[in-house]
């Protein structure tokens, strides 16, 4: 199909603009395109959703599978924490009220991880969104290099764990901690 092009004869304001360029022309269109699409971004950002779970009743499960696959890196166990799982949970709160996956949806983690009032000197977070249930996302979280590698962290001795339930989806925060004596690391 053709492109077609009408011309009218138009009011004298029409006249008035003809010897601006044509992009000129379109610039009123554009902004207000770009202020509509900014507006929608915006409200969607701003809008919650209820949460209707959020629990870290699976910490001592995820603690056992994290520390299952360390124990077959060589790598000790790790502990569920309570206070790391209250870093998780409201972590998991934040994505799953704004549906977001975002590791900053509560805030960086190093200061959600000092606001815990415990001191790490390491620490890791893996998130994921739309996995069913623990065995899933764990194993998600064990094909992929980058979570991998969080819950190998050495020194790791303690983490926190949360699930999340908004809109029919799951969110998922696995918190990893340690801490290593202060000085010279060998291998660090």
């Not at 390491?122 to 249930?133: D, F, K, T, V």
């Not at 001795?157 to 060998?186: C, E, K, M, N």
Request: hydrophobic share 45%; with cysteine; proline share 4%.
């Amino acid at each position: 199909m053709g492109v077609s092009r009408h011309i009218s004869a138009g009011s004298g304001a029409d006249k008035a603009l003809s010897h601006l360029p044509k992009t000129f022309m379109k610039t009123p269109v554009l902004l207000v395109s770009l202020a509509l699409a900014l507006g929608a971004c915006t409200l969607a950002g701003a809008r919650r959703q209820s949460v209707d779970l959020i629990s870290s009743e699976a910490a001592p499960a995820a603690a056992g599978a994290v520390s299952r696959f360390r124990a077959a890196s060589g790598l000790g166990p790790v502990m569920p924490d309570e206070t790391l799982n209250a870093a998780a949970r409201q972590q998991a709160r934040a994505m799953a009220e704004k549906d977001v996956l975002s590791h900053d949806a509560a805030g960086s983690f190093w200061s959600r991880m000092n606001g815990t009032g415990q001191r790490f000197t390491h620490g890791a977070e893996n998130i994921a969104m739309g996995q069913r249930s623990l065995d899933e996302v764990m194993d998600d979280w064990r094909r992929s290099a980058e979570h991998r590698r969080n819950m190998l962290q050495n020194p790791a001795s303690h983490i926190g764990f949360a699930h999340a339930r908004a809109g029919g989806r799951d969110y998922w925060v696995l918190v990893v901690g340690g801490t290593a004596p202060r000085g010279p690391q060998l291998g660090l």
